[in-house]
């Protein structure tokens, strides 16, 4: 993931093509402040979950593909 990504961005990315995310993630590095690369999507519905995992898999977010797991 960008490291640019925050947030707001990631959650309005995922919103795009989920109705049921309900919160993000950024996992920051404590000392530097500076994002590690990756994040949690939190979603209520967890068909939607399964699918955004295969679905979202290289989706492209700021210019760089996305991995989901």
């Not at 989920?18 to 949690?40: C, L, M, Q, R």
């Not at 979603?43 to 991995?67: C, H, S, V, W």
Request: charged residues 25%; proline residues 3%; aromatic residues 12%.
């Amino acid at each position: 993931m960008d490291l640019s990504v925050n947030e707001e961005t990631l959650r309005n990315f995922f919103s795009n093509y989920y109705n049921s995310v309900s919160g993000t993630k950024i996992i920051i590095d404590p000392s530097s402040k500076i994002s590690k690369g990756y994040g949690f999507v939190k979603f209520n519905d967890p068909k939607e979950y399964q699918r955004a995992i295969t679905e979202m898999n290289g989706k492209i977010l700021n210019g760089k593909a996305i991995k989901t797991k």
